[in-house]
């Protein structure tokens, strides 16, 4: 199993943006992002579907977050803005299977990469 790699986290003030980038791309695969901040479950942020690349997001980071994919980089990115400090976590890059419509089974993960916001 190819082993996924996030990388662009890091630290920025409240209403900044950070790009997170994760590799490689599995064609065919469904590719996720997730979230973790300590002490709180982990909260799916963002997926893109194979084919049309269909895009859906959690309710909290909808109209700040866009997950797209990079064909040339065979990556999957997460471009993330107006950031608050409740958007602070370990994000995890994901690759799955189109189990059914609206449904993927994640089976590869990556380590995560940490995002901070706080002033």
């Known amino acids: 199993q190819v082993h996924l790699v996030e990388s662009g986290g890091g630290s920025v003030e409240p209403g900044g943006s950070l790009s997170l980038s994760c590799g490689p791309h599995?064609?065919?695969?469904?590719m996720g992002w997730f979230r973790q901040a300590p002490g709180k479950e982990r909260e799916g942020v963002a997926v893109?579907?194979?084919?049309?690349?269909?895009?859906y997001y959690g309710d909290s980071v909808k109209d700040r977050f866009t997950i797209s994919r990079d064909f040339r980089k065979n990556t999957v990115n997460l471009q993330m803005s107006n950031l608050t400090p409740e958007d602070t976590g370990m994000y995890y890059c994901?690759?799955?299977?189109?189990?059914?419509?609206?449904?993927?089974?994640?089976?590869?993960w990556g380590q995560g990469i940490q995002v901070t916001v706080s002033s």
């Open positions: 599995r064609s065919g695969a469904c």
């Open positions: 994901a690759a799955g299977i189109v189990a059914a419509p609206e449904n993927c089974q994640y089976n590869n």
């Open positions: 893109i579907w194979p084919g049309l690349g269909t895009t």
